[in-house]
């Protein structure tokens, strides 16, 4: 896989219901970040976990963190249609200060 | 909130053309980046700028690029020559990085065109 994969690509839910998008990487990281992209708008930053930090909240977002397995969650509690848009993790690499690497995205679609 | 801006929203311009991109960080960060976003795709980091020089670029941030911090408060990417290939939204983000705060905060994109 490649630094920062989300999976899935898509995913359709029902308003209500809780969305669970997941991101692998490969190599070792100071943080992982959550962007939030409405369609060809900007990337609005949701939350960032530590390498050593194992859970976070905000609000209805919650992240989890896994070094053992390259792997992050971000879980989208009782959705709402406003929360439809892209969802991207990115990776800022261990002993590395600048760049953040971002994956694909998952396309987040609430169904009314 | 403070938060990044980017003007113009919007830039067509003819192939070969020279285009600026202006952004304004937010005002008491120090480290500043330009990422890009070709339609459909990922977002790609292409340059990262401190104490105005740059830290590090990819390579796609070629000869054809330069950023530059012209006063206390704006933040330029230059592509002198532009190509079709250059069509793409353009992130400005900016970072404290002080210890517990390093998260990148993105401007909203300027939509470019090139024809």
């Known amino acids: 896989s490649q630094q920062g994969e989300e999976d899935p690509q898509a995913l359709s839910i029902q308003e209500g219901e809780n969305a669970t998008m997941n991101c692998s990487y490969k190599?070792?990281?100071?943080?992982l970040q959550w962007y939030r992209q409405n369609s060809g708008r900007g990337l609005v930053h949701l939350i960032l976990?530590?390498?050593?930090?194992r859970e976070k909240h905000s609000g209805r977002l919650r992240v989890t963190l896994d070094t053992s397995k390259k792997s992050s969650s971000l879980l989208i509690t009782a959705s709402r249609a406003a929360d439809t848009a892209s969802y991207f993790c990115?990776?800022?690499?261990?002993?590395?200060?600048?760049?953040?690497?971002f994956g694909k995205g998952t396309r987040l679609h609430i169904l009314p | 909130e403070p938060e990044v801006t980017q003007t113009p929203s919007h830039q067509v311009t003819q192939m070969g053309q020279e285009v600026i991109l202006r952004c304004v960080p937010i005002s008491n960060h120090l480290y500043f980046y330009w990422y890009r976003q070709i339609l459909g795709q990922k977002v790609e980091f292409l340059v990262s700028?401190?104490?105005?020089?740059?830290?590090?670029k990819s390579e796609i941030f070629d000869d054809q690029f330069s950023v530059e911090r012209p006063d206390g408060s704006n933040f330029t990417l230059k592509i002198r020559s532009t190509k079709l290939e250059d069509s793409a939204m353009y992130f400005c983000?900016?970072?404290?990085?002080?210890?517990?705060?390093?998260?990148?905060?993105f401007g909203p994109g300027t939509r470019l065109l090139v024809l």
């Open positions: 700028f401190y104490n105005n020089e740059i830290s590090e």
């Open positions: 990115a990776t800022k690499l261990k002993n590395r200060d600048d760049k953040i690497i």
């Open positions: 983000a900016s970072s404290s990085r002080v210890a517990g705060q390093e998260t990148q905060y």
């Open positions: 190599t070792s990281i100071n943080n």
């Open positions: 976990i530590r390498s050593n930090e």
